[in-house]
């Protein structure tokens, strides 16, 4: 049976939307197929539709979201009752429902709707789809009397008439005494309270907002520069010494067209990060020069510079009343908004509430959200070498609102910090007076390291010459090895300082994992060190071994590499069923390559006799059920393999490049497996996604290993076979 999700609010300006994203996110955790209903709907686009269209690859038809629109549902009820409109749209829900294991309900927004006791009908509504109540009420601007007072009437109103209320939000509460009130309040319910605070990042409106709001034209800045948040406007008249004190972070900076000193005081201070600036908006149709505005575009690149026709009265009327949206076009603010709910919603237990029976299988979605949640349980500290590069940047922007992670990032501070101000990523950096990170509860932070001026150079120096004294490495030479960002990294991993590192979005894959290889070591039931991908496909996940480390592996090395790749999906939520892959299945082949693969097979089975094992084996019967069923009819592995090892590295890198591109699946990784502590390279090519999801597997990784020691002496290293790549394999993921 499909269960529904019902979202309502009481009243206006509510913030629902960072409810209905924060449990469309549960949902998406717990089911593979996720539907959304908006009974009624004002006309023309609805940015929150398409924002979880987009983010959640909703494959529901979008004419099916919505069931009529308010002015046709008024004259409806004005003309028949509400049992026919009532009917009407309950009829168009059903349509709809039985494709779907949940299904998430967006209750009317008070907003021009026409509709009366439109509270009623929400929960009349509810009542009729069979659907749980999260009940919104709104804290903005309200004292501690007047928000225990809203959440006390609103849930009377919704019990009364008969609707299953699964918990309480005080949404866009500014008041501490009044979230506290609200917690006491929830501690004489019988469904929890939770209180979310007002987040000034979510009412701003971004840069490109306000492009939009005022007609105005760009005459500078890039599509990141445009999605800043406009935090403040500051405008400007003084004279620049009185001008620069009263700039703001996140400001828009408003000024006539012709005060050219402004508009370069404004940029020179945001490219200093003191303060970063949100743009610079110019006022009375006046423009610079172009020897002006190129000087400014060579202070602040991409950072916006605007004009309007109008004077500065009426552009501050017209922003005054400006708010930010969430929608698909506003990706940053749809982190903050989940990092929002996450922090301060006990979502363990209001997914308890919601009653979703988990889906058996493991789509996509679901993995990308169970990693996330699970790096947040016991939150670990990766550390960043590439802290200057951008997609780094916004990657860390967005680890940091989802809590996901502490981090370090690697590089001079100066150069982080004004290249942060320059994209304007906004991270919570851990003060130079703060000695620790927060305890349990606390946000997560960075903190950036300079390799070159670190009192740490010189400890890390001895650690690295006394582990390559037998190749030789004195302590002159340590000290300049460690002060490049991989092997400084590596070492604080190796000395506890951080718990992972993630790293390759600038660098080779050689130069990332030939530290890791000299300094971290192997496990001791690890011959080798290998990797795997994770294949996001439409409906499944699948684990691909070795795509990016070993390029011809013997039969005990391809063992190992089945076993390592068996225990990394079953860690990750992946049912391990192991196939090891050659060009025949079963006994149908002969020759080297297929003996070493059936000798690897026979090595897991008496290594491993719990796992689920089947090889020599095509892809083909591997993956399809129909095609298991004439090679290998009865196999436990053939048709549902979840976990594909391939034979050598060229056949593998090419597969999985070849599903990658032809499927549209997203490749995780290469995460690689069988060190003491966990490093992970990026491929050359990652996107911000790509590194968030990678740095949360590291934390997953560092979880399962922390406090474990790794050797002061420099015992084996990696077998010949887990070689760095040489220059021609460098770019095998790139």
Known sequence: ???????????????????????????????????????????GPDPLL?????????????????????????????????????????????????????????????????????????????????AGVLV?????????????AEVRNAHHAFTSLGCEVLAMIANRVRDGHAAEAARWLGRHLPEPVYVIPEEPALSAPTVG?????????????????????CRDFVFGGAMLPAFLPALTDGCMVITPGDRADLLVGALAAHSAGAPPIAGVLLTLDQRPGEET???????????????????????????????????????????????????????????????????????????????????????????????????VLRAAEVL???????????????????????????????????????????????????????PLRERFAEVYAALRAHRGVSYELAYDVVADVSYFGTLMVREGLVDGMVSGAAHSTAATIRPAFEIIKTTPDASIVSSVFFMCLADRVLVYGDCAVNPDPGAEQLADIAIQSAATAARFGVEPRVAMLSYSTGSSGSGADVDKVRRATELVRRRRPDLLVEGPIQYDAAV????????????????????????????????????????????????????????????????????????????????????????????QEPTSTTSVPSPAEEGNHS
């Open 400 to 454: 940091l609102r989802r809590n996901i992670c502490d981090l370090t990032l690697l590089g001079e501070e100066a150069a982080v910090r004004k290249r942060a101000a320059e994209l304007g990523v906004e991270l919570r950096f851990l003060g130079a007076d703060e000695a620790e990170w927060g305890g349990e509860g606390a946000l997560a932070t960075a903190r950036v390291v300079d390799p070159a001026t670190s």
């Open 293 to 391: 505005l190129a000087l400014a575009e060579r202070l602040a690149p991409g950072t916006p510079v605007l004009a309007v026709a109008e004077g500065s009265f009426p552009t501050a009327t017209e922003l005054a009343t400006l708010e930010g949206r969430l929608n698909a076009a506003s990706p940053r603010k749809v982190e903050v908004a989940l990092g929002l709910f996450e922090s301060h919603v006990d979502t363990r237990e209001l997914t308890e509430r919601l009653s979703m029976a988990r889906s058996d299988r493991v789509t996509p979605m679901m993995f990308e959200h169970e990693l996330i949640e699970r790096s947040r349980t016991a939150r670990r500290h990766v550390v960043l070498p590439e802290g200057t590069e951008e997609r």
């Open 624 to 715: 399809e059920p129909s095609v298991a069923a004439t090679k290998l009819p009865g196999s436990e592995v053939a048709g549902q393999a979840t976990v594909l090892i391939f034979p050598d590295l060229n056949t593998g890198n090419n597969t999985y490049k070849a599903v990658q591109r032809s499927a549209g699946a997203v490749a995780v990784g290469p995460v690689l497996q069988g060190l003491r502590k966990p490093v992970n390279d990026l491929s050359r090519g990652a996107l911000v996604s790509d590194i968030v999801n990678t740095v949360a597997i590291t934390a997953v990784q560092a979880q399962a290993v922390r406090g474990t020691p790794t050797p002061a002496a420099p015992p």
């Open 136 to 148: 919104v009420v709104a804290g903005l601007d309200r004292g501690a009397d007047s928000v225990a």
């Open 209 to 229: 907002q306000v492009v939009a709001a005022l007609g105005a034209k760009v005459l500078l800045g890039d599509p990141a520069g445009l999605a800043r948040d």
């Open 50 to 130: 398409d924002l979880l269209r987009s983010r959640y690859r909703l494959s529901q038809p979008q004419g099916t979201m919505t069931g009529l629109g308010y002015d046709e549902a008024a004259a409806l009820q004005a003309e028949q009752g509400t049992d026919a409109l009532i009917s009407r749209l309950v009829d168009r829900y059903h349509e709809i429902d039985r494709g779907f294991e949940a299904v998430l309900v967006l209750g009317t927004d008070y907003a021009d709707t026409n509709l009366p006791a439109e509270l009623s009908l929400n929960a009349r509504l509810a009542n009729e789809l069979g």
């Open 1 to 43: 049976m499909t269960r529904s999700v019902y979202v309502s609010g009481i009243g206006r300006s509510d913030g629902r939307q960072v409810v209905d994203l924060g449990v469309m996110e549960l949902l998406t955790r717990q089911v593979g197929k996720v539907g959304v209903f908006r009974p009624l709907a004002h006309d």
